[in-house]
Nanobody, 116 residues
């Protein structure tokens, strides 16, 4: 059974930081592209950052220079370091694992709220 479990969300003031984690089980983690998406109320889910099994990173323009995606294949975990947070970063953040052979899987999401 595949599971992606996010953690690390919460309430933070503008300018603050959070480190999101996504622990995967039931997949050959090192073979998957891992990504973070987010969905704000009333908006479509959007890609925030992705990291291929080869180490290639991609970021949404809105988070470039502020967010960093990384992975630890030994721990089957992907991280999203979020810095200089803005109120518009408020959303539910979802972890995704995808491979052409293995399919696509989602976590249940973790809430990030940026507010003073």
């Amino acid at each position: 059974q595949v599971q992606l479990v996010e953690s690390g969300g919460g309430l933070v003031q503008p300018g603050g930081s959070l480190r999101l984690s996504c622990a995967a089980s039931g997949i050959m983690f090192r073979m998957y592209t891992m990504a973070w998406y987010r969905q704000a109320p009333g908006k479509q889910r959007e890609l925030v950052a992705s990291l291929t099994n080869g180490g290639n990173r991609n970021y949404a323009d809105s988070v470039k220079g502020r967010f960093i995606i990384s992975r630890d294949n030994a721990k089957n975990t992907v991280y999203l370091q979020t810095n200089s947070l803005k109120p518009e970063d408020t959303a539910v953040y979802y972890c995704q694992a995808v491979s052409l052979v293995g399919g696509t899987y989602w976590g249940q999401g973790t809430q990030v709220t940026v507010s003073s």
